[in-house]
């Protein structure tokens, strides 16, 4: 565990939630958005990820001893809506950061498993990114940014978390209870595979990074990877949703979405483990 304050921006993200969730009785800080008014954020600090006077001003006085940056826009329909923002929130942002970061923080970038596309073979940290949607292709740009700046600097490739989000929307298992508590249709992509692992699990893990001396690039995979519809099922059964889901193929929808997209990695550390999948 580190001895000074971890900053984690995005707080309120999947793995934002889930690593504050899951590290109650560690130094973290958590920020969110100036707009954000949800009651489990009340008492923490705001931060406008696109204004870089935040930046110097997040800097002023002790610095962090690192920063879990968990934030940036996710929406795949919304940034294929407007790819400029989309541009601005993903990478602009953290060039903000960048610019201000003091040498001695360790950075932590969650990134997202969007950076590809997909195909048969499973895709390790050696493989060429080859995003087919604008969010993929923001976090590319992202993680050329945090390459440049090398040491002191960690990226990870996350497979897919399955737990409670902080908004009861967000993230594939609320979103199916809301969809049903709603009485809102559900649909599932018949030909998208990906590697699934739990919440907490994928918390844990990027504490471990956050601890360790690693830098660069890694993925946090899992043991195996999982078609979204046997993953709906498996929610369904397990968490007795009762919910009924229509499938449909990638072509049939109206903004991108993954194919077989299996995260796997070269490095065989015990950090490097396979989480365990989920269904």
């Known amino acids: 565990m580190r001895p000074g304050p971890v900053y984690v921006l995005g707080a309120t993200s999947m793995p934002g939630w889930s690593v504050i969730r899951h590290a109650a009785a560690r130094p973290l800080v958590p920020f969110c958005s100036p707009h954000v008014k949800l009651p489990a954020c009340r008492r923490w600090r705001r931060f406008n990820l696109e204004d870089e006077a935040a930046y110097r001003d997040l800097f002023n006085g002790r610095a962090p001893e690192a920063i879990i940056h968990a934030g940036g826009i996710c929406d795949i329909e919304k940034c294929e809506a407007n790819p400029g923002w989309a541009h601005q929130v993903n990478v602009q942002s953290l060039a903000h950061l960048l610019n201000h970061i003091p040498g001695k923080t360790r950075l932590v970038y ?42 002191n600097s960690l990226i990870l490739r996350c497979a897919l978390g399955i737990g409670p989000s902080i908004d009861g929307r967000t993230g594939h298992l609320s979103w199916l209870r809301y969809r049903r508590d709603k009485h809102l249709p559900v649909t599932i992509i018949r030909d998208e595979v990906r ?81 365990p999948p989920v269904a």
């Open 110 to 151: 969650i990134s997202s498993d969007h950076v590809f596309g997909g195909r048969a073979k499973p895709y390790d940290e050696n493989s060429t990114p080859a995003p087919i949607s604008v969010y993929g292709r923001t976090r590319v740009q992202a993680e050329r940014l945090i390459l440049e700046r090398k040491e």
């Open 195 to 275: 590697s699934a692992v739990w919440a907490e699990d994928l918390a844990q893990r990027i504490l471990d990074y956050c601890d360790s001396p690693v830098t660069g690039l890694r993925h946090i995979t899992a043991a195996r990877a999982v078609s979204r519809i046997k993953l709906a099922r498996y929610l369904n059964a397990r968490f007795g949703l009762g919910l009924q889901f229509s499938v449909k193929s990638r072509k049939e929808r109206p903004v991108p979405h993954l194919g077989r997209v299996e995260l796997a990695t070269i490095y065989k550390d015990p950090l490097a483990a396979p989480l």
